[in-house]
């Protein structure tokens, strides 16, 4: 027994082996740099903030000491953010300059001021010459600047017109309640004999009371407010006009009982039960369409949304180029006093703030690599779709992420996360980058054409047809066909429905 558990433990001998693997380790500056690259502008300046708020080494260049420089950045391939105090425009990006800052020691690094912009007090003068600025003037310049009044919402519109009615309190609080229940284009969307009996379970109400708060509300500014379907809102509106106008009568006819006809263009119909001809027709639905059928749009309290264009395309010297733009672009720098005294200092109490230092590199570093990319892959772009600056939308080429990403040497992923929520402002309006990205729909001489430019030809059709006779997505693909695209009635319609074109027999006029 002793010898086989003797032998027994030979054989579990341990024993140690060499293995050789790869594997993708993600750096923490690798990750920042990833979600820095995925960020709109308006995040970009949002998530800034908070690494100021953290890191104290880390500082953004006062507005009021901006040089007065262009607004936009040629393209040049590289970005050079590690640019010395009061330096000129030329040499911050001379890629000479960028390899000379990388190759700094620790002492000089940590006295570069790393930032996107001169000093705050320098400039250009007109002769190109640097000229000291003033920044105590342009502080007292921006001391009394105007700030515009928020715009008021429709309640507190509506509630403001109320304050100055004369009512007895009891119904001033009940069209009170009423406007509160106003949906965000001025209707009542909520059934009133609801309203009363929410309201019944508080205090005691009679079912006209809450009608006759109604047709308060429904008197105010704008005409229309306080309707509960769309052909009491237009008529509402119609009743506010001078008794005198041609056709009143039946328009009030005509918005109360038959929108759903004047909808379906059944114009036959609505001659029929109007008791009208062609031309009386006609003016009944000039005045209807004149009146508006959302009022409450008319005011503030929407979420708006802002974009910002990272980059300016412009046709230089016969040539369309892209530009960064500058106002988009943050200033950010190291501190240069912390990081004189971190430098002075030696002792252990400063190892925190040289971890900190090292991270506000980082932030600028990548903070410039975002941006060269960003202008690597739009100039790309710009390349790749020179024709459709020139003529519009009908010369857009097809094109996929793949291209980019083989010309700018990424990875289609990354390419991703650059013209996503990254705006291009060209003379023919601002673009998502994502826009000039596009499937490709064959010929008939093999060539093939961008999805984009079919919608532009099919935007042209209809805006050009016989509106008596509108094409009908048949016709639209035959006529495609017969310039050699190559397109399915059912991809007609797909396309029309996507920019809210409405069908044939709805585009038909009087």
Not at 264 to 269: M, P, Q, S
Not at 395 to 416: C, K, N
Not at 461 to 477: C, G, H, R, Y
Request: glycine residues 6%; negative net charge.
């Amino acid at each position: 027994m002793a010898r086989r558990a003797e032998l027994h433990l030979l054989q579990m001998k341990t024993s140690l082996h060499l293995k050789l693997s790869q594997h993708l380790t993600l750096t923490p500056q690798l990750q920042q740099s990833i979600k820095l690259l995925q960020l709109s502008t308006v995040e970009l300046h949002q998530e800034l903030e908070r690494y100021l708020l953290e890191n104290p080494l880390l500082e953004r260049v006062d507005a009021a000491g901006e040089t007065d420089e262009s607004s936009v950045m040629p393209f040049n391939g590289q970005l050079n953010g590690q640019t010395e105090l009061g330096s000129t425009p030329a040499s911050r990006h001379e890629s000479e300059a960028a390899e000379g800052s990388e190759q700094r020691n620790e002492s000089d690094s940590a006295s570069t001021d790393f930032s996107f912009e001169d000093s705050g007090s320098f400039g250009s003068g007109s002769d190109g010459s640097t000229v000291r600025r003033n920044n105590e003037d342009s502080e007292d310049d921006n001391e009394y600047s105007q700030i515009p009044a928020a715009e008021p919402t429709l309640q507190e519109h509506l509630i403001t017109q109320l304050s100055l009615m004369s009512l007895p309190e009891r119904d001033r609080r009940l069209a009170t309640m009423l406007i509160a229940h106003l949906d965000e284009d001025g209707y009542l969307s909520n059934d009133l004999d609801e309203l009363t009996a929410s309201i019944a379970e508080h205090i005691e109400i009679e079912p006209d009371e809450l009608l006759v708060a109604l047709r308060h509300v429904q008197n105010l500014d704008p005409t229309g407010v306080g309707a509960r379907s769309l052909g009491e809102c237009l008529c509402l509106q119609l009743k506010a006009l001078p008794v005198t106008t041609p056709n009143l009568v039946h328009a009030m006819a005509l918005a109360s009982e038959h929108l759903d006809a004047l909808g379906a263009r059944d114009f036959v119909k609505l001659k029929r039960v109007l008791r009208v001809n062609d031309v009386e027709l006609k003016q009944i639905r000039e005045l209807i369409v004149s009146l508006n059928p959302k009022p409450g749009r008319e005011f503030g309290g929407g979420d708006i949304r802002y974009v910002v264009a990272d980059v300016v395309v412009k046709k230089m010297q016969g040539k369309w180029q892209a530009f960064l733009n500058r106002e988009a672009m943050p200033k950010m720098r190291v501190n240069k006093l912390y990081a004189d005294l971190l430098h002075k200092s030696r002792d252990a109490n400063g190892k925190n703030l040289v971890g900190q230092l090292q991270e506000a590199r980082w932030l600028i570093k990548n903070i410039q690599q975002r941006f060269d990319t960003i202008l690597r892959v739009s100039q790309a772009i710009v390349e790749r779709q020179k024709h459709f600056f020139e003529h519009g939308e009908v010369a857009m080429r097809p094109l996929v992420l793949r291209e980019i990403a083989d010309q700018v040497g990424l990875h289609e992923s990354t390419i991703s996360r650059v013209t996503t929520q990254k705006y291009m402002l060209t003379p023919r309006g601002i673009f998502e980058l994502k826009y000039f990205f596009g499937s490709s729909v064959a010929t008939d001489t093999g060539g093939a054409c961008s999805a984009t430019a079919i919608r532009a030809l099919i935007k042209q059709l209809v805006q050009a047809e016989d509106q008596k006779k509108p094409l009908s997505d048949n016709s639209i693909s035959d006529i495609l066909g017969q310039q050699g695209i190559i397109v399915a009635r059912r991809t007609v319609a797909k396309y029309r429905e996507g920019m809210h074109i409405q069908p044939a027999n709805l585009r038909r006029a009087m």
